[in-house]
């Protein structure tokens, strides 16, 4: 037997939704759906939930296991497991009134804006179009521009992901990634008459943090920050439409200088080259603008962590941003250009390390698109096997770990930053709640809408305070400022965010 929790409310009895706790006889596969079956069975329970296809189709099971979006059809059932119905208004149990969602898609004109489209399909059904007809008929949308809308057609409307997305939740103008993804579905389609990159914009396209929870949700693997917000926003750039202004100045930045900011303090490649000249080892350190011009401690706890660890590695100079906020904001024009100059730098390494999490995520999935395929490890996935852990001496804090959107969901890492915290001594490392969810740092909004990194950043530091830490490890400079700033108008200064590579430092000295 498992025990499951389930949130229970009946407007018309109950004051408030309660939790009741059931005991399920689990077969091997056993999944939401079936456990909410059984439980109405074995004790004549009315628990009300949503259901059709029951094979992953249709969309309308969706619900949340453990605060985490799932289609109860396919998820399995396990031990503890708490279910609760998506953020929407609860009509009974598990059943949400999804209405507002309809509402808005009429309200946003979200259905093809063509009158020549609509005479046309009454002509149509009179009229047999063959195939020779077809390349001039404007119905039939050649297959190139339907590249775009592709994935993005796929949705099972389960709204999942306007459960999820933690923007939404900061923001009440940004209408979520499902809307976002159907306006991307218009704006591509060459039959669809409508303004639909004004629209986008009015939605909130410069809102979204780029964290991919959407994505990870989706039953579909839709990213509709990806596959969509990121197509829209570099159509609004080629209409000259956007980006922000904050976002162009950025761009500017890296033309002059070939950096995202402007140097606080000297370059930490130019002062670790003035030291050590390039042997043409085999690894190369790619820094990223942030830990070059501004955590320089960040670099120079690398290049004491390798020395301990007897690891040799270049940091080349002329590296230059790796384009990623660029890429994020849909400012694309640059970017061959960006990558033709760390190809030169970069192509002759076997290996290319990145200590920040956009950096490593840009060059494993967005350099391949460019023409330039490099082996490239985040810090952690390179360190986590080769620590020498005899020479450490004994840290004593408690540790929590945050995981960069760009980490965990961009290159799927996760494990390795906490097997590392694991093996240095003394730490006691604890789990955040949520320690994957969005600190607010990313997709440009940190420098475009700033009130909306505060607001993720502050429920990111309450979730730090919960867990008495004294300090909070990650591996990505841009949450590094983020999350100290929420944790500072917190008044919790006291508790310091740091990168792996810092506290991997301080357990060598
Ligand atoms: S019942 Fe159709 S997706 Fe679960």
Do not use: W
């Amino acid at each position: 037997m498992i025990e499951i929790k389930v949130l229970r409310f009946d407007k018309q009895k109950d004051k408030k939704p309660y939790f009741k706790s059931f005991s399920v006889e689990k077969d091997k596969k056993m999944n939401i759906m079936d456990a909410l079956n059984y439980i109405n069975n074995e004790y004549n329970e009315n628990i009300s939930f949503r259901s059709s296809c029951r094979a992953g189709q249709c969309g309308s099971c969706s619900l949340k296991v453990n605060d985490e979006v799932e289609l109860a059809c396919k998820r399995e059932v396990k031990n503890g497991d708490t279910i609760t119905p998506l953020d929407f208004p609860v009509l009974k149990d598990l059943i949400v009134d999804k209405s507002e969602v309809d509402e808005k898609v009429a309200i946003m004109k979200l259905f093809l804006e063509d009158e020549n489209y609509l005479k046309q399909e009454k002509e149509k059904s009179v009229e047999k179009i063959n195939n020779k007809n077809k390349e001039k008929n404007p119905l039939i949308i050649p297959s190139v521009d339907c590249e775009n809308t592709k994935k993005v057609r796929t949705c099972i409307e389960c709204y999942s992901c306007l459960s999820a997305c933690p923007v939404i939740k900061e923001s009440a103008n940004f209408a979520g990634p499902y809307f976002m993804r159907y306006i991307s579905k218009f704006d591509f389609d060459p039959r669809d008459k409508e303004d639909r990159t004004t629209e986008s914009i009015k939605s909130g396209l410069y809102n979204c943090t780029s964290c991919g929870k959407c994505g990870q949700v989706c039953p579909k693997n839709i990213n509709s920050f990806s596959d969509a917000i990121e197509k829209l926003r570099a159509l609004a750039y080629k209409k000259d439409l956007g980006p922000l202004d904050a976002h162009k100045a950025i761009k500017t930045t890296i033309m002059k200088a070939g950096r995202s900011i402007e140097p606080l303090g000297e370059s930490f490649i130019r002062e670790i080259n003035k030291k050590k000249k390039n042997s043409k080892n085999k690894i190369a350190i790619f820094t990223g603008c942030m830990v070059d011009y501004r955590l320089q401690n960040v670099g120079f706890s690398l290049m004491d962590v390798l020395k301990e660890n007897g690891i040799e590695a270049d940091v080349p100079e002329e590296q230059v941003c790796c384009g990623s906020p660029l890429l994020r904001t849909g400012q694309i024009d640059i970017i061959p250009d960006i990558v033709r100059r760390n190809k030169r730098i970069f192509s002759d390494y076997d290996t290319i390390v990145t200590l920040c999490a956009g950096c490593g995520a840009t060059l494993k999935n967005d350099y391949p698109n460019y023409g330039a395929k490099f082996n490239v490890l985040d810090i952690s996935e390179f360190l986590v096997d080769k620590l020498n852990t005899d020479n450490m001496k004994p840290l004593d804090m408690v540790v929590t770990y945050h995981d960069p959107c760009h980490l965990i969901r961009g290159q799927g890492i996760s494990k390795q930053p906490r097997d590392i915290l694991n093996k240095i001594k003394g730490i006691d490392f604890v789990e955040m709640e949520k320690s994957d969810q969005c600190c607010g740092a990313g997709g440009g909004v940190k420098a475009g809408k700033p009130e909306i990194a505060e607001a993720l950043a502050k429920k990111k530091a309450l979730m730090i305070k919960k867990t008495d830490a004294d300090k909070v490890v990650t591996i990505c400079p841009f949450c590094q400022y983020n999350i100290q700033d929420g944790l500072n108008k917190e008044g919790l200064e006291n508790i310091k965010v740091i990168n792996i590579l810092e506290l991997l430092k301080e357990s060598y000295n």
